[in-house]
């Protein structure tokens, strides 16, 4: 890719555009995130940051990529940890090892909005490469540019924006690629992709997908293709074999992305108490939003205060069997509650909590003998639907709503109008895409559709930051909506004079 004038142009202004965005939304950080979730100047954590940069501070510190174990004494020891991947590591620790904390933590949100605005310019050129047409560039930089949706992640400690950059990149480098051009695209786009499934390894699923979009453009031979695709994985495959070895010298076995597993059923088993995890089992099982931190969806209900329980009932009859039923749920969800009490003896909560685990797996198994359509398809095609049709903006540093003053107000609704406007006219450009059989926007389409049917039919996980990654190609498929919408008005025009 050659710097030139042009390139320039688009990038200043994706950079001023992004940066509007980048200034408010920091402000509104100041003003109203917990302060013990800001590393000022720049730096915003939320529940899952620790998880990403403590190793890596402890790395540094000697004590290798591991977590801290506190004990009651305030004393503490260091466990070695493979709960999050190491994607991190290039940028942050090097600064982090010179310039401490504060500064590392700020450089990394200055180079994460900085790859942001560059994904921007790169998604429009690889538009443009795939529909071949300048309206495609246009319209496509100005959704990507203008839309909040991934814009407020850059100033989180999260992996979501880093990962969605390098999506974009490494898909832009497989635009590139052609028969007669050598194989440095592909390693390139190996490269890219690579770094963003250890940022987020649910995005190893792309290592296949890929290479194989790759081969449908441009229809490569088998030994050719066989070639490329060493190249493409050879960055990844470098890297897991280090990762690999490391995790076995620490655990004395294979941990090929990270040690938390999914669960028959889709809960993550990751760090929570095994009742959790059953509990977390069931809700998906029955369709539910397995996220305790929402207090309107299925497994928040169980985490509500005594006395609101009933009155936000969130579960149908659809969700029960003769095995189960409301006075069931609410005894399950007082064992529940009772388990995680540290005020309780140690032996009973152990008991309660083998009593939760019996019976969220009685009624898991009897909800699947009773409603097999139910459980093997319509409830992942909710969940699909769920990730998609976002019910709340996560993330936002917002007062409450009755809180908000109007400029506040007029960006949350602008913000989730958008959101919809990108989803409708995205589902539109599948349609469209299916409609004309337009082959390279039906590769884009397959791209969201197997990572949203993974979360909905393997992981069943409900949380709009998931959808980030994907974000930008379904402003491609949206793109595509439109550009063949105005082409086709501008046809018709130009027929009737």
Known sequence: MKLNSSMLKWVCIALIIKAVFFVFFHYHFLRYWPAQRIVRPLFIGSGDTPGYFEPLENLVNGHGYSVTVRDGSGGASYQPFAGRMPGFLPVYVPLFYFFGKEA????LIIFQFLLNAFSVYLLSQAAERLFKTKLS?????????????????VHYGLSESLSASFLVFSFYMLMRISPVAGYRDWMWAGFFLAWAVFLRPVLAIFLILFPLIGWIRIRLSPPGFLKACVFFLLPFMIADVCWIIRNYSSFGRFVILQNTAIGPGGAYTGDFPEQKVSLKRWVIAVGGDCQEWEPAGEMGWFYLPPGKQDAVMPFTAKDFTPRYNTDSLLRLRDDFRSSLDENIPGDKRMELAKSVIAACERYRLSYISCHPVYYYFLNRLRICSRI????RLDHLPFPASGQMNMVQKAVKGGYFLFYYFVIASALAGMAAAVWKKNRNALLVALVVMSYVFLFGFVLGFVESRYLVPVYPFLILLSSFAAATGISRIWRRSSESE
Do not use: E, N, Q
């Open 388 to 391: 998609l049709f976002i019910r």
């Open 137 to 153: 560039f246009y319209i496509t930089f100005f959704l990507s540019a203008a839309g909040c949706f991934d814009s407020v992640f």
């Open 104 to 107: 590392a933590s700020a450089a």
